[in-house]
């Protein structure tokens, strides 16, 4: 007797329901997330700049051990990558720094922080993805909605410090001086690069937390901070197990159709990415910042899949956050 397999379940809450849901969670957890997801690092790229007054690691500049306000954004962004359907989303919800030593809740970090180097970090991490609604897109339409989906796992980051030339060159071959490359410590202004390599798993907020898989995302960072601005870019792979491919490519034999066969999801990249932030201080207590991304799935495993049909998608997003209460302690934690 063959069974038949069993679909991820359909949403039974409304659109807002699903945000309202979601908002708590990210409230609870205490911070909006500062890395990806397999399926949109939306939330992340915003609430990245709530917490813009970190500082490169090995820098001492003093800050409150605690911080409470509000941040209010909106995003435009594919329902996941290969998608031609665009979703908007907007959030407005509170939120609390906290920088203890080991206990964090800041730029994407929640929990502990199990090391704490000059230039390595371990800690625990998380993400978080909007859903979308199978009805509104071509190819998915009869097929199980994609939930919202959380990711928490561990993250080790590298401080690569500041890459420039070296003032002193030494002899080349012919005599002549060459500028090798130096790995300099970054300082509170200036540029950094860092290496993260996030391994989480996904769990679907709208199916009871069912686990959907593992993600594994290793990102380029360059981050440069000059006055009141806050500026970055990353390069970054997503990486997926079987299950968690199967969410956005796979299709079961019971929800095949003519024109979309069924598919069988494998494990591997899902998606490259190049962003770009940027955030400015409107005063003291206010901060506007925006986002925005290019999703490639050239190259990808499931290129091939029937629910892919673009190659390349953007996201975009801007938003306004408020400090209520600092702390009068400060830290360099």
């Given amino acids: 007797m063959t069974r038949t397999p069993r679909p991820y379940r359909l949403h039974s809450a409304p659109r807002t329901a699903r945000i309202a849901a979601v908002a708590a969670l990210l409230t609870t957890l205490l911070a909006l997330p500062a890395s990806a997801s397999a399926q949109s690092e939306a939330a992340a790229d915003a609430a990245a700049a709530v917490d813009a007054s970190g500082d490169p690691a090995g820098t001492s500049r003093p800050r409150p051990l605690w911080e409470v306000g509000a941040v209010a954004f909106g995003t435009r962004q594919q329902a996941y990558p290969g998608s031609a359907l665009t979703v908007s989303n907007g959030l407005a919800l509170p939120w609390l720094i906290y920088r203890g030593r080991w206990l964090r809740a800041d730029e994407g970090t929640f929990g502990v922080r199990a090391l704490k180097t000059p230039r390595t970090e371990i800690d625990i991490g998380f993400a978080g993805a909007f859903g979308s609604s199978a009805s509104e897109s071509a190819v998915r339409r009869g097929m199980p909605d994609i939930g919202t989906l959380v990711e928490f796992g561990p993250r080790l ?4 410090g500041t890459l420039d030339a070296s003032s002193e060159g030494t002899p080349g071959a012919a005599g002549a001086a060459t500028a090798p490359l130096a790995v300099r410590s970054p300082t509170p202004d200036g540029l950094r690069w860092r290496l993260a390599l996030p391994l989480r798993g996904v769990f679907d907020l709208s199916d009871g ?11 380029l960072g360059l981050s440069l901070r ?9 390069l970054s792979a997503v990486i997926g197990d079987r299950r968690l491919a199967g969410v956005f490519y796979g299709v079961d034999p019971v929800f095949a159709t003519a024109t979309r066969p069924a598919y069988t999801a494998r494990a591997g990249l899902i998606t490259t990415r190049l962003g770009f932030n940027a955030s400015t201080d409107l005063g003291p207590d206010w901060r506007v910042f925006g986002f925005a991304r290019l999703d490639s799935v050239a190259g990808a495993a499931n290129r091939a899949s029937p629910l892919v049909e673009r190659t390349r998608g953007t996201s975009y997003g801007v938003g306004l956050s408020w400090t209520w209460l600092r702390s009068e302690r400060m830290t360099t934690n």
Avoid: I, Q, T
């Fill in 209 to 219: 937390l069912a686990h959907r898989g593992l993600s594994f995302e290793p990102e």
């Fill in 226 to 234: 000059s006055g009141r601005w806050r500026l970055g870019a990353s």
């Fill in 157 to 160: 980051k590298l401080n690569l």
